[in-house]
């Protein structure tokens, strides 16, 4: 029993080095994903506040103003996004299958967010326990320097891992927030596209 004890001693011991390159990594890309967050959040807040309002006016007596109006903004990822929808007016399938590609997009941008929510207490935790061990030894042997030594890596990687986490859970709100936003105002241009289809098709057919 104690020679398999020992061999989990060791193991545990050995993680604690991946676990601190992990638990940075997983914080450095919080960082870098919290500033992408404010760059995109600076974007959204005016364009996306006039879309709205225009797609409170829209219907199918001025649908093309608002392709005219697309056109005439500042490119970025957004406008491209309509303007593609724009493209495939006449087919509702195409339509279907690009909003459904621009959803998985955004379900792929939102599982970066889950990852950091996910692994930065978990390896927060895993950081905190593994150099216990060691300070429990320390303590018994009276090394009060070793003993301090692995307690300060514990509550150093505890409050990185719950700060990576924290992040994350940001991230993910606004994140899941705006892809619905996203998802419903193309859904609802793709229905007007439908709707002015049929009433060309029966304006033709009298």
């Known amino acids: 029993m104690e020679y398999i004890s020992n061999v989990m001693f060791w193991i545990s011991n050995g993680?604690?080095?991946?676990?601190?390159?992990?638990l940075l990594?997983?914080?450095?890309?919080?960082?870098l994903m919290i500033g992408s967050l404010y760059n995109q959040?600076?974007?959204?807040k005016k364009q996306h506040k006039i879309l709205k309002i225009k797609l409170l006016k829209l219907d199918n007596n001025?649908?093309?103003?608002?392709?005219?109006?697309?056109?005439?903004?500042?490119?970025?990822?957004w406008t491209k996004t309509i303007s593609q929808l724009y493209k495939m007016q006449n087919s509702l399938a195409h339509r279907d299958l690009y909003i459904s590609e621009f959803e998985m997009k955004a379900q792929k941008s939102i599982s970066k967010a889950k990852i950091l929510v996910k692994f930065g207490p978990i390896l927060g935790l895993m950081g905190t326990l593994i150099p216990m061990g060691p300070a429990l030894v320390g303590l018994s042997t009276?090394?009060?320097e070793s003993m301090a030594y692995n307690m300060q890596v514990a509550f150093a990687t505890t409050v990185l891992g719950l700060l990576t986490g924290a992040i994350g859970y940001i991230l993910l709100q606004f994140r899941q927030?705006?892809?619905n936003e996203d998802?419903?105002?193309?859904?609802?241009i793709s229905n007007l596209m439908s709707e002015n289809q049929k009433n060309t098709l029966c304006e033709g057919d009298k």
């Open 62 to 77: 001025n649908l093309s103003d608002l392709e005219k109006e697309i056109e005439q903004s500042p490119q970025n990822e």
């Open 183 to 188: 998802l419903t105002q193309l859904d609802f």
């Open 15 to 22: 993680l604690l080095v991946p676990v601190i390159v992990g």
């Open 142 to 144: 009276g090394n009060i």
């Open 25 to 31: 990594f997983f914080f450095c890309q919080s960082i």
């Open 177 to 179: 927030k705006w892809a």
């Open 41 to 44: 959040y600076l974007q959204r």
